[in-house]
């Protein structure tokens, strides 16, 4: 593979008060230009509506990038896959879920974007793409739910899906899970379902509806689900939470910027990029971004 005019979409993971997070995402592609997605909160945890290149400090591997662009990229289409658990597990759910999609079908899905709704139990029983919410019902209704639970295949699986390959780099791809992160059934697993997610370029959103306040085991798998692949994870209560999470998810998947660089030189083995980003003027609060990102030589 040549590395000319090659450009990877580089993913975002949390970066709050100037703190990186652990998860890196890894690319094995050959490229000579970084677009790296930003996010730019005030204290008030808004978005910033201009951010400039004067804003900020960008760091590679400890070196400073001096030229570097920063564009707005709020009129980007968005990719968005949700994904519906329907296990046993989740019983309970299953109408506030498909209230809450249908809703944010109606409020949050512009004519540009593409939506894709799966629903899965011990295997992904539903996978259609949708532009309106009365067909997230009829798909919802059709399916014979419960059963044990497929977690990371559906995961894995959805992002698999050809939505997430054919959108550029321009096009901002997420996938909501909806589910509780157990699995009793799946022949991945969480690193599995990771690397799949990063390898499209997508950010999982993990939304876990209960009504217990005390944290479960598999708290722990959808929190660190979304930090790798530059997502949050939520945990709600009540079906009102639900529609306030799922606006929150769509306001920050709309209000991004995109930070370009090209690389200085091509590289001659596989090597990690470290990426640090801080604030140099402005009302800057923090930064959200993923950490670093791996090329690799030409074959």
């Avoid at 580089?10 to 930003?38: H, M, Q, Y």
Wanted: proline content about 4%.
């Amino acid at each position: 593979m040549s590395y000319k005019n090659v450009v990877i979409y580089v993913g975002f993971t949390l970066c709050l008060s100037n703190a990186a997070a652990d998860s890196v995402l890894v690319i094995r592609k050959s490229i000579s230009e970084v677009r790296l997605p930003l996010v730019a909160n005030d204290k008030y945890g808004r978005s910033l509506p201009v951010l400039l290149p004067a804003d900020i400090s960008v760091l590679e591997d400890g070196h400073a990038i001096s030229n570097f662009d920063v564009r707005p990229a709020q009129d980007n289409s968005l990719q968005v896959g949700i994904l519906l658990d329907l296990s046993y597990s989740t019983q309970a759910n299953w109408r506030p879920m498909q209230s809450a999609v249908m809703k944010f079908m109606e409020e949050s899905v512009r004519p540009a974007d593409q939506t894709l709704l799966l629903a899965f139990d011990t295997k992904v029983e539903v996978e259609k793409a949708v532009s309106h919410p009365e067909e997230v019902r009829a798909a919802i209704s059709s399916v014979p739910a419960g059963g044990p639970t497929a977690f990371y295949d559906a995961v894995y699986h959805a992002c698999q899906n050809s939505m997430f390959k054919n959108g550029g780099v321009s096009a901002r791809s997420a996938l909501i899970v909806f589910s509780d992160g157990e699995d009793n059934l799946s022949l991945h697993n969480l690193n599995d379902s990771i690397a799949a997610a990063e390898s499209s370029g997508i950010a999982v959103y993990t939304i876990s509806i209960r009504k217990q306040k005390a944290r479960k085991p598999a708290d722990e798998i959808l929190q660190q689900l979304a930090v790798a692949t530059g997502g949050q994870a939520f945990v709600v209560r009540r079906e009102q939470d639900i529609q306030d999470t799922l606006k929150a998810i769509s306001e920050e998947l709309r209000s991004f910027y995109l930070l370009y660089y090209r690389l200085s030189r091509q590289p001659e083995r596989r090597e990690f990029h470290r990426i640090h980003i801080t604030p140099a003027q402005g009302a800057i609060h923090s930064l959200r971004y993923r950490e670093g990102y791996y090329t690799e030589p030409s074959q």
